[in-house]
């Protein structure tokens, strides 16, 4: 028997003696609410995702990013509670049961802070790792670690206490150089290689877009680097995406069909295709200019429940990572391949 048939069950009871006051009635209101969230829960949880699944065991119940390492045949997962955690698959088995998340770095220089962006940079054999006071929203810093041995590389701090940010996404150049937004101030650090020097790349245009909300919130989020040698970003309440030059001396709004809101992690595809990871569900643009326009041509919906974040490309196909991990003491955590759906746009088939 599911929670839900107990929650159901217990509700009825509850309703049948609610009918004697108003307190029962008010509380019976109450667990009626309850349980039909419980049951949506169960509903969603219990689905059938088509292609594959990557499900894991983890001692965490937030993880905010994943990147698919090739080189070692694992995902690597940010903690919300701080550190990275790797998921290894066995061989032939890569969506099969009984996968953990080992951690692989819990570095107390940061202790207290969330770890969010991932990026991985397989020329020089390193993981990036964007580090952020998710709560208090008064530091940001990007760490650089040895994907063999796990020695830090560097660790440039970004902002501290003197102002409110709140660091998200990495990328990085063939040069090695990093890029990280800042959605509080709607800026991108530019580190460099080394992680010696950082400069910002700011423009009134991440600014320009007005929030779908009535308020602020969420501004430059998840970032790509493109093979052609620029940047493409989204800024999550208004759901533009900006291309900018890496100096950002040149940003300009893409002109896409329709607003990414909510759009969280991006990755591309190809270089005419991106995903955009949009909590409830992922969509696929197409460019065929460049980045100067793109269309909205496919759409995929997983457990929205789980709250979709960030995407990553493995064997030319995109996972996605989900926020939310249910259970107690080993809760499991899935990722799944998004299976696009054609939304049907004649020219982009
Ligand atoms: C984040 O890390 C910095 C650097 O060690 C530290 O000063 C700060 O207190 C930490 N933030 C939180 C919320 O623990």
């Not at 270089?271 to 955009?276: D, L, Q």
Request: aromatic share 8%; proline share 3%.
């Amino acid at each position: 028997m599911n929670l839900g048939v107990v929650v159901t069950s217990v509700t009825c009871k509850l309703l049948t003696f609610g009918m004697a006051g108003s307190w029962f009635t008010t509380s019976s209101v109450f667990v009626v609410i309850l349980s039909v969230l419980v049951l949506a829960l169960v509903t969603l949880e219990n689905t059938k995702h088509k292609g594959e699944v990557v499900e894991y065991r983890s001692r965490g119940w937030m993880r905010e990013c994943v990147v698919w390492d090739e080189e070692n045949k694992r995902f690597l997962v940010s903690n919300m509670e701080g550190g990275v955690g790797e998921i290894r698959l066995r061989d032939g088995d890569s969506a099969g049961g009984g996968l953990r998340e080992e951690t692989v770095v819990r570095d107390l220089e940061y202790l207290g802070n969330a770890t969010v962006g991932l990026q991985i940079d397989p020329a020089r054999n390193r993981l990036l790792a964007v580090i952020t006071d998710s709560i208090g929203n008064r530091y940001s810093a990007l760490a650089a670690y040895d994907l063999k041995t796990w020695k830090r590389l560097y660790f440039t701090k970004l902002s501290g206490p003197e102002s409110i940010t709140m660091a998200n996404d990495v990328d990085l150049d063939p040069e090695g150089n990093a890029y990280v937004t800042d959605p509080k101030q709607n800026i991108i650090w530019k580190v460099s290689l080394d992680g010696s020097t950082v400069s910002v790349l700011s423009s009134p245009i991440f600014a320009s877009q007005s929030s779908k909300l009535p308020f602020k919130g969420i501004g430059l989020n998840g970032i790509v680097y493109h093979p052609d040698g620029f940047l493409l970003v989204v800024h999550t309440f208004s759901g533009a995406i900006f291309k900018s030059s890496l100096d950002g001396g040149d940003v300009s709004v893409v002109n896409i069909s329709s607003p990414m809101f909510m759009g969280d992690g991006l990755a591309l595809l190809s270089p005419e295709k991106m995903v955009v990871v949009a909590s409830l569900s992922t969509r696929l643009l197409e460019s065929r200019d460049g980045w100067k326009s793109a269309q909205l041509t496919h759409r995929y919906v997983g457990p929205m429940h789980r709250l979709a974040t960030t995407a990553t490309i493995k064997d030319g196909k995109a996972f996605v990572n989900h926020m939310f991990g249910f259970g107690f003491g080993n809760g499991k955590h899935i990722i799944t391949e998004a299976i696009f759906k054609s939304l049907g746009v004649p020219s982009y088939t």
